[in-house]
């Protein structure tokens, strides 16, 4: 439906409206090393995310940015969290095991829309905090 055609060639797993503007943007995890932003009401895609890897054995989660200027992404071959900026399409960060981050692969990733808290949690059964995403 919308700007996709009949067949695509990916499945979109985790979906996440954008926290700002009431939900303008909807943000779209695939397992295609993608992730797509739509526009809500045209179901445009606005942006197209690379960077990262993602396939049908994947569990790829994302997150907004309280702000809704980056979007929060695992991956399935990285022990991080990318961090990409909406404008440029490009990921300014990688949240990882240097910085604090987990030994294992991310499982899921909670954005606070009032702050700029990221909770992750991962498969080395940690929790983590980081108190400014960016």
Request: charged share 20%.
């Amino acid at each position: 439906t919308g700007c996709f055609d009949e067949h695509v060639s990916f499945a979109v797993l985790s979906l996440n409206p954008s926290p700002n503007n009431g939900g303008k943007y909807l943000a779209a995890a695939t397992d295609t090393s993608r992730n797509i932003i739509l526009e809500t009401r045209s179901e445009r895609i606005v942006r197209n995310l690379y960077g990262h890897k993602n396939d049908g054995f994947s569990n790829p989660k994302i997150a907004w940015s309280s702000s809704g200027q980056y979007l929060y992404g695992n991956a399935q071959d990285e022990s991080c969290v990318c961090v990409w900026d909406i404008a440029s399409s490009s990921i300014v960060k990688r949240l990882d095991v240097g910085m604090g981050g987990h030994s294992g692969f991310v499982r899921d990733i909670y954005s606070s829309r009032n702050t700029d808290t990221v909770a992750t949690v991962s498969f080395d059964k940690s929790a983590k905090v980081w108190l400014r995403g960016l």
